[in-house]
């Protein structure tokens, strides 16, 4: 079954340092988005992203994010200089369709801890 | 705007018995309902969806979920509960009239005992 998967599992950063985190979506799936999850927390929208330009993002998606998607396979989310508060799983999710009337498939997640 | 809630954030049912995870929305024209479980340390999964036609729809793992337009909700039930059930349960929803964003409620932790 194809899937959604998600590197690396686990980072842990300096506050200031910069992370990449990748994605790599279902091969014929044509969206993509980020989510982030605080420990314990709700399911948080970060962005989306569809034609190699950002769709929609949330108020959390400062400039401190950006998102590119390099090779056609893999999709990335940058932090420039991490916070505290940039502590969480953060989640990747493809779908086939824009409307919303599909469900979408989510990768395990990466989760960042920053000290 | 669009909200969505989930009004209990732990739901403690024992096994065999039926649960009920409940969801209560507000969009902008008709909505788009969704149910996601996130089992520890896991991505979320799909469970199932409502988004036209019959008000009750089924999914994944036996859990089906009831469309009440009037009250506005979209509860989640299963009519025996087994412990692998527990896990954390999403309901998200967008609406028609609304940008493609989905909106996600809190998460509600079903703990189900032997």
């Known amino acids: 079954e194809p899937e959604v998967t998600q590197t690396p599992s686990h980072q842990v950063t300096q506050m200031g340092q910069e992370v990449i985190l990748r994605c790599v979506p279902i091969?014929?799936?044509?969206?993509f988005y980020w989510y982030r999850q605080i420990l314990g927390q709700k399911v948080e929208f970060l962005v989306s992203?569809?034609?190699?330009?950002?769709?929609?993002k949330s108020e959390i998606f400062d400039d401190q994010f950006s998102v590119e998607r390099p090779d056609g396979s893999n999709f990335t989310l940058k932090i420039r200089s991490t916070k505290l508060e940039d502590s969480a799983m953060y989640f990747c999710?493809?779908?086939?369709?824009?409307?919303?009337?599909?469900?979408?498939?989510f990768g395990e997640g990466s989760r960042l801890t920053v000290l | 705007a669009q909200s969505v809630a989930q009004p209990e954030d732990q739901v403690n049912v024992a096994e065999g018995n039926p649960l009920t995870v409940k969801c209560t929305y507000s969009v902008s024209g008709n909505p788009y309902l969704f149910w996601y479980v996130q089992y520890p340390n896991r991505g979320l999964q799909f469970l199932l969806k409502y988004i036209t036609g019959d008000n009750l729809v089924k999914g994944s793992y036996g859990f089906e979920a009831e469309f009440n337009k009037s009250q506005t909700s979209f509860h989640l039930k299963k009519p025996s509960a087994l412990v692998s059930d527990s896990a954390l349960y999403f309901c998200?929803?967008?609406?028609?009239?609304?940008?493609?964003?989905?909106?996600w409620g809190a998460g509600t932790k079903l703990i189900i005992k032997p």
């Open positions: 992203f569809y034609n190699n330009e950002i769709s929609e």
């Open positions: 998200a929803v967008s609406g028609t009239d609304s940008n493609y964003q989905l909106i």
């Open positions: 091969s014929n799936h044509l969206y």
């Open positions: 999710a493809s779908s086939e369709s824009r409307d919303n009337t599909g469900e979408l498939f």
